[in-house]
């Protein structure tokens, strides 16, 4: 079992721990549409990624009533 040669003080712990605290997100604007976006990831609204439709939305699909 492991066992502290010293003690650590509360000042060497919290330094030690002074990086690990949450950063907020930093969005970006989506070019094609506006809206907020994750950096380097597709726009959940529109599915445009680098002036480019990668994701087509379902109200833009059109299917057959005799396909389904």
Known sequence: MAVQQNKVSKSRRNNRRA???????????CSNCGELKRPH???????H?????????????E??????
Not at 63 to 68: G, H, R, V, Y
Request: hydrophobic share 40%; glycine share 2%; charged share 25%.
């Open 63 to 68: 299917l057959d009533e005799d396909a389904a």
């Open 19 to 29: 990086h690990d605290a949450l950063v907020a997100a930093n969005p970006n604007e």
């Open 41 to 47: 990831h597709v726009c959940p609204s529109c599915g």
């Open 49 to 61: 990624y680098a002036d480019r439709e990668v994701v087509a939305q379902a109200d833009e699909i």
